[in-house]
């Protein structure tokens, strides 16, 4: 699978590693760089126009998160999909998910209800005008990040940046429903009247109810075996500006 367009160059300056880390995980999880697809260190530097110090530090965070995977003789590549791995994944991540609601209601002020409503709202602009894919998977992991950090547990904020990434790879490799998006907004909309109920016990299990909804989406995609094409990646597209 081709990957000389995946990337975009990354800005000079600190912290060059980074930037190489996000521009990287951002191609993975928009799907333009692909499970299997190798993560050459000497080829993405060339790509991303650093060196290849901090490409290589880069590749070894998406390892640690999950995202890809060291194989024998190959080096790095993004991570594959195992249907099993996945399910158990998101039975962790609904606990996790729903706890951090639940922490992050109690903490709840009027400045993060504001920043909270923000979100939700500009994401639910970007679903209205249904062309932007990336943009949509950016606001629905920042939705969730910015729970976690309201939740003010570091211990559960690093469990839970670790399963992300990796639930989002999954969900994208075997479920792209054009309905994705809608139903997404539609939830964490309940997840933010919960919230702003101040009723915890509500925002727990409407987190839950979200990730165990993916789960059954998920399970559902790929329960006809491996002749099904519906949900399979899409083809890899070249990145604008």
């Known amino acids: 699978m081709p990957t000389e367009r995946a990337v975009n160059p990354v800005a000079a300056g600190s912290l060059l590693a980074d930037r190489a880390y996000e521009e990287l995980k951002g191609a993975v999880l928009a799907n333009r760089l692909r499970p299997g697809d190798a993560l050459s260190v000497p080829a993405l530097a060339t790509q991303l126009g ?5 490409v290589r530090e880069a590749v070894q965070r998406l390892i640690h998160d999950g995202l890809a995977t060291h194989v024998a003789h190959r080096g790095a590549v993004v991570a594959t999909v195992d249907v099993e791995d996945v399910r158990q994944l998101y039975v962790l991540r609904e606990v996790m998910e729903g706890l951090a609601a639940r922490l992050a209601t109690e903490r709840l002020d009027a400045t993060r209800v504001s920043e909270l409503r923000d979100l ?4 639910e602009q970007v679903v209205a005008a249904g062309d932007d ?3 949509h998977t950016e606001m629905d992991m920042a939705y969730h990040r910015l729970i976690r950090e309201v939740a003010g547990n570091a211990h559960l904020t690093a469990a839970l940046d670790t399963v992300q990434g990796k639930a989002h790879l999954a969900l994208h490799a075997l479920w792209r429903s054009p309905q994705a998006p809608r139903l997404a907004v539609e939830e964490h909309r309940r997840i933010f009247e ?3 109920s ?3 016990d509500a925002a727990e299990l409407a987190a839950r109810d979200h990730i165990r909804r993916l789960r059954i989406r998920l399970s559902q995609a790929v329960a006809p075996g491996p002749d099904r094409t519906e ?3 899409v083809p890899v597209r070249p990145v604008g500006p």
């Open 231 to 233: 949900g399979a990646p």
């Open 198 to 200: 101040g009723d915890p």
């Open 50 to 54: 650093i060196s290849r110090s901090p």
């Open 133 to 135: 894919e990336q943009a």
């Open 194 to 196: 919960a919230m702003t």
């Open 120 to 123: 939700l709202e500009r994401h």
